[in-house]
């Protein structure tokens, strides 16, 4: 996710490429290719994220896994970030830097990831339960999955921006939970992060922008048990923590408008499906 223009905001991915863009019939294979190997890095992961394991040590096993398969990751050195995936656990909203800190039962991870192959980027991301987590802990993660899901389907061939982050943002505050306001979905293709920025509320600014067939996106909500408002670690200028430090949970996926609807390019394999109950 990318920060928003908007005084209370600070840029941590940088902003957006200012071109509107729209993949051809060649660059929608291409963007299809990127996607669907990210997705098969997720899938690998899967069986790994447990308790005992270190943020790290699933960060090193996404590396060599893209490296191996020759491709690239994204986030590695991207503005500076130190890593290939993102792992946020608890509390951190995004951005968490992998360390040394072992998973364990009870937690919530998300682990984001963005590959590029042949020069396209693939962008997703899952929170992952960890052993048994508390029943208003599996609502929270719940409930951003199926915001997701909401958001995905609320968008139509020539629809604006704006009507997913409505979704999405009456959905969440249905189930009890706020949106998070800093950070938002984005346009993606040959950079990772272009127009048009996807708000997970109705965000009259950037709403309008209308999702013409070829326009690739994601959307990522973050949804917190608190307040919205979140903040970023001083010593580190990534992790995105909720200032109330209640937990956060986000699922991402990156999709493609087509003239007959969208296309979501970074289902897995073996991960959570639409309608899953967690
Ligand atoms: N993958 C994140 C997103 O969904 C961005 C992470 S940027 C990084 O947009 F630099 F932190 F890796
Ligand atoms: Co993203
Ligand atoms: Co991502």
């Known amino acids: 996710m990318t920060s928003f223009r908007g005084p209370m905001l600070r840029p941590t991915t940088g902003p957006l490429a200012k071109i509107p863009?729209?993949?051809?019939?060649?660059?929608?294979?291409?963007?299809?290719?990127?996607?669907?190997?990210n997705a098969e890095v997720m899938d690998f992961l899967r069986p790994h994220v447990r308790a005992g394991i270190s943020t790290g040590e699933i960060d090193q096993l996404a590396y060599d896994y893209t490296i191996q398969h020759g491709h690239t990751p994204a986030c590695l050195g991207y503005n500076g970030y130190p890593n290939t995936v993102c792992t946020s656990?608890?509390?951190?909203?995004?951005?968490?830097?992998?360390?040394?800190y072992v998973l364990r039962d009870g937690d919530i991870v998300n682990i984001d990831l963005t590959s590029i192959v042949n020069g396209w980027h693939g962008d997703s991301s899952e929170t992952f339960l960890i052993g048994e987590v508390s029943p208003s802990t599996k609502h929270l993660?719940?409930?951003?999955?199926?915001?997701?899901?909401?958001?995905i389907h609320?968008?139509?061939p020539f629809g604006r921006v704006i009507d997913i982050g409505r979704a999405i943002y009456r959905f969440a505050k249905d189930q009890g939970f706020e949106i998070v306001r800093e950070f938002q979905g984005h346009g993606v293709g040959r950079s990772f992060h272009q127009e048009p920025g996807v708000p997970h509320f109705p965000d009259l600014q950037s709403g309008k922008a209308v999702v013409r067939p070829g326009t690739c996106l994601t959307i990522e909500p973050m949804l917190n048990e608190g307040n919205w408002k979140t903040e970023i670690d001083k010593s580190d200028g990534w992790t995105v923590r909720t200032q109330d430090r209640r937990l956060s949970a986000q699922f991402e996926h990156t999709i493609l408008m087509t003239e007959r609807g969208p296309e979501v390019l970074t289902l897995t394999k073996n991960g959570p499906q639409e309608g899953h109950k967690f």
């Not at 656990?89 to 040394?100: A, F, L, R, S």
């Not at 993660?141 to 958001?151: K, L, N, P, R, T």
């Open 21 to 37: 863009i729209y993949a051809t019939h060649a660059d929608r294979d291409s963007l299809r290719d990127a996607c669907r190997f």
């Open 89 to 100: 656990v608890n509390e951190v909203v995004c951005h968490g830097i992998p360390d040394d």
């Open 141 to 151: 993660v719940q409930a951003a999955f199926d915001s997701m899901w909401i958001g």
């Open 154 to 156: 609320a968008i139509k």
